[in-house]
């Protein structure tokens, strides 16, 4: 029984080995002893590993505000022996159905500067302190478990769910160099970094105790599955306080209620979707099932629950701000186009300042929010969710 060995091209498909040399180009240096300010460092913990035992590395930027914004990277999720057979990596032949990436090294860093990261004038972050925590362990951020499982070739192997271990090691070394004392903390995340947000932003306001001005801000992160409990003990690993906040099929609800009961006055709840989010709508017929389809009845199945999901949060939490967006698909998912799906994640791409709901960008409402202002947006865009349960 083994973990995979590091990257090769040998497998690798023509895209990854011409784009590979550029995108290393382009990754960022090590964090050195005396780092500047506004400039991105690589963290690469001695013994984190991604979930096929490659190195694993999160990034840091020191900025000029003594505020905070820690983003965690989305990438999927396995919680089972058979999705942990059935992971993405840009060194191997794409495949269907593929659950998460078994590796980040090429791409996290250029996903990091973009959105809510940019250094770009109009972004009223930029000269945040920033924490990048890249993704590759299939666990949402919180696992510390090593899970065996028959690959496709009928090999013995190891899925290194050491989410939380690499997140943890990341932040322990760039609280070194940012400093312990933020005014201000937003912890956000797109797709599995989403709910890996709404898991650790109690987690995360331990090891700032003295900051008590902190924003939860999930983006993409919600999926309905009766087992998140078993998964997160039994495959993960997960530390035990998160846990026991599970208790429903909604991982992303009973993490942010848990959160609001635990710091009613020092933890702020924002959460943005699209109203029918391609990557997110073919778990529906996964779970119900076992096939991953994203297709009309998907993406409806989708839009009715986060209608429902979204008068839950707001019962659960009357001050919680919500962003519902409609931004269809990319005109090459032709298919997803015409079941009328759309985007998946928004704070972390180009979009983030572009896209308009009631005259709002994404980041102008986080903005807001952040600054004592949380706004409820586009909630009407869900008005037509079927009422067909999902499939």
Known sequence: ??????PTYRDAPLATKI???????????????????????????????SANGDVYHGSVRIGSENKLIIMFHGGGVSWNE???????????KPTKPNFYASESDLIADLVTTHGVGSRRNDNPFRDWSMI????SSGDFHT???????????????????HGYSNYRAVMSTAIEAIGAQPEQIVVTGFSAGGFGAALLTDDVMTQFPNCSDVTCCVDGGFML?????????????????IVERLHSENITLDALTALHRDHPHSARVLFISSTRDHALAEYWPFVAEGVMRADRASGDAFQRDLAVMCRQLQAAIPDTGIFIYDTPVPANLKDARAAD??????????????????????LGWLW????????????????????KSRP
Not at 34 to 47: D, T
Not at 146 to 160: M, R, V
Request: hydrophobic share 35%.
């Open 132 to 135: 990048s925590i890249s993704y």
């Open 19 to 49: 784009l590979a040399p550029l995108l290393r180009a382009r990754q960022f240096p090590a964090l050195p002893a005396s780092p500047r300010s506004g400039k991105w460092y690589r963290i690469a913990p001695p013994g984190a590993v």
């Open 341 to 362: 799906l759309t985007q998946h994640c928004i704070i972390s791409s180009r979009q983030a300042d572009k896209v308009r709901v009631e005259g709002k960008t994404p």
């Open 225 to 241: 599955y009766d087992g998140w409990r078993d998964a997160a003990s039994t495959v993960w690993g997960a530390p035990s306080d």
């Open 82 to 92: 058979y999705m942990a057979a059935h992971p993405a990596s840009m060194y191997r």
């Open 368 to 387: 807001d929010a952040v600054n004592g202002h949380p706004a409820t947006i586009g909630l009407s865009l869900l008005d037509d969710a079927p009422a």
């Open 143 to 161: 696992g510390t478990a090593d899970f065996p499982y028959t690959d496709a070739s009928g090999e013995q192997q190891i899925l290194h769910h």
């Open 1 to 6: 029984m083994s973990s995979s060995t590091g």
